[in-house]
């Protein structure tokens, strides 16, 4: 880093903050147009959104509370906790979607 720009460690905390909000963003408009798209075809595909839409709120409250956790250790005590099990519940949700989203598109092909 140049010395003219001096590293603010906020900053890097802000941009981590936004990008798990662009991501709960992708998944509340990933789970808009599978519900609108696949909306015919039964109570999967909108158990499926809902799924979505239940992880995007999800990801928001998980983001706004490890900045808020952040924002705190780095103006008051200088001590950042890990979020190693935020990780895993996050890691496990995605996989569980997936999983899902494979089974019922195997359910369709298979009936299709």
């Known amino acids: 880093m140049s010395a003219d720009r001096p590293h603010h460690?906020?900053?890097?905390?802000e941009r981590t903050a936004l990008a798990w909000?662009?991501?709960a963003?992708?998944?509340m408009a990933a789970s808009a147009v599978a519900l609108k798209v696949l909306s015919g075809a039964g109570w999967g595909p909108v158990a499926m959104a809902g799924a979505g839409f239940v992880f995007a709120v999800a990801t928001l409250v998980m983001a706004a509370r490890r900045y808020?956790?952040?924002h705190h250790g780095l103006h008051h005590d200088d001590s950042l906790r890990p979020s190693g099990a935020?990780?895993?519940a996050?890691?496990?949700?995605v996989l569980?979607?997936?999983a899902g989203c494979l089974?019922?598109?195997g359910v369709i092909g298979v009936q299709g």
């Open 9 to 13: 460690p906020m900053l890097a905390a």
């Open 21 to 23: 909000q662009r991501t």
């Open 25 to 27: 963003l992708g998944f």
């Open 68 to 70: 808020q956790q952040v």
């Open 86 to 88: 935020a990780v895993v």
């Open 90 to 93: 996050m890691g496990a949700s």
């Open 96 to 98: 569980a979607l997936g």
């Open 103 to 105: 089974w019922w598109i």
